[in-house]
């Protein structure tokens, strides 16, 4: 069984800054793709970022150059780096590993519990 563990979210003023981890821990093979999404109140669920296996990364316009992801792929873990924090960001946000338990299987989709991210104006 995997478990994808989430924190860092939390109540900060417009252009603070949060960090979010999320941790993945059970029978893991490989991790591929870890993504952040996140769900504003009324809205669907939309992808804010990705980092791929090998690194690299790709961002919602509405977050390039203000959000960072990375990865520690020994740790099976995730990071996003909120910087300049808006009204706008307000969510909760969720992680999301295309992982694989063993090396012959398929690819699972699994999610994080989500955490709430809520700026101020």
């Known amino acids: 069984q995997v478990q994808l563990v989430e924190s860092g979210g939390g109540l900060v003023q417009a252009g603070g800054s949060l960090r979010l981890s999320c941790a993945a821990s059970?029978?893991?093979?490989?991790?591929?793709?870890m993504d952040w999404y996140r769900q504003a109140p009324g809205k669907q669920r939309e992808l804010v970022a990705t980092?791929?296996?090998?690194?690299?990364?790709t961002y919602a316009d509405s977050v390039k150059g203000r959000f960072a992801i990375s990865r520690d792929n020994a740790k099976n873990t995730v990071w996003l780096q909120m910087n300049s924090l808006k009204p706008e960001d307000t969510a909760v946000y969720y992680c999301?590993?295309?992982?694989?338990?063993?090396?012959?299987?398929?690819?699972?989709?699994?999610w994080g519990q989500g955490t709430r991210v809520t700026v101020s104006s």
């Open positions: 999301n590993f295309k992982l694989k338990t063993t090396g012959w299987g398929p690819i699972y989709n699994y």
């Open positions: 059970g029978s893991i093979f490989s991790v591929n793709a």
């Open positions: 980092i791929t296996s090998g690194g690299s990364t």
